[in-house]
């Protein structure tokens, strides 16, 4: 079974500074990792998957997270963020073999002015 | 194109009233969910189907059924409504598990 942690249910930051928001993985087989971003009172949108190929994977809107497989990390960045960028993200991990995907609890971003 | 659609947007219910969340997906999808948000737990899986015809637990699946009507629809019911089912109902769909899930606005449930 697979299983996804995220470090940090909060995480405040002012505008313009650099954010990271951890994520590691447990999984006995390869999985494909995605981060979803959830504004206030929506559902959730992909920001960006990795399913192979390059450990560095961009995404919408300035970010992006690297895939560590020794360190089981999917950690997602962004150099600079925006008062727009204040919503929960959800670290998300589905096995090869599975339909099933299995979320985070969640972190919530606040980008102060 | 309307991605996925979800009905109704809001609910109240009276402890043991029934009901049903009703999902529908225009993008040729195979797969489709159902999940629930509570604060400070995420996304729990209720019930999916990988297939039209096909429906398989979750890791919340108690007190709930599922039906994938056809490619389309995949509605949720709830037989006897309970406080402990009060969250945010989300369905969403994809081609398959390496493909993105596309998630409806979503059904905020009231139980009293």
């Known amino acids: 079974a697979?299983?996804?942690?995220?470090?940090?249910?909060?995480?405040?930051?002012?505008?313009e500074a650099p954010v990271e928001l951890r994520c590691n993985y447990s999984s006995s087989v390869s999985v494909y990792l995605f981060w979803y971003v959830q504004y206030p009172n929506?559902?959730?949108?992909?920001?960006?998957?990795?399913l192979s190929g390059s450990t560095l994977v961009k995404g919408i809107n300035g970010f992006e997270a690297e895939f560590n497989k020794s360190q089981t990390?999917?950690?997602?960045?962004k150099p600079s963020v925006h008062i727009s960028d204040t919503a929960e993200y959800f670290c998300a991990v589905t096995a090869?073999?599975?339909d099933k995907l299995i979320f985070g609890t969640g972190t919530r971003l606040q980008v102060f002015p | 194109n309307a991605g996925v659609t979800q009905t109704p947007k809001f609910q109240?219910?009276?402890?043991g009233q029934s009901m049903t969340l009703q999902c529908a997906q225009d993008m040729n999808h195979n797969s489709m969910y159902w999940y629930r948000q509570d604060p400070g737990m995420g996304l729990r899986l209720i019930?999916?189907?990988?297939?039209?015809g096909t429906t398989d637990k979750g890791e919340v699946p108690n007190g709930y059924n599922?039906?994938?009507?056809?490619?389309?629809?995949?509605?949720?019911?709830?037989e006897s409504a309970a406080p402990s089912q009060t969250s945010v109902y989300f369905c969403a769909s994809s081609g398959n598990s390496q493909e993105t899930q596309y998630f409806g606005?979503?059904?905020?449930?009231?139980?009293?």
Do not use: I
Request: net charge positive.
């Open chain 1, 73 to 77: 990390s999917f950690h997602l960045r």
């Open chain 2, 66 to 78: 599922v039906s994938r009507l056809n490619k389309r629809e995949f509605s949720l019911r709830l």
């Open chain 2, 105 to 112: 606005p979503g059904t905020r449930l009231l139980v009293l």
């Open chain 1, 96 to 98: 090869h073999n599975t």
């Open chain 1, 42 to 50: 929506q559902g959730l949108q992909l920001l960006l998957k990795y």
């Open chain 2, 47 to 52: 019930y999916y189907s990988a297939s039209e």
């Open chain 1, 2 to 15: 697979q299983s996804v942690t995220q470090l940090d249910s909060q995480v405040p930051v002012f505008e």
């Open chain 2, 12 to 15: 109240v219910l009276k402890t």
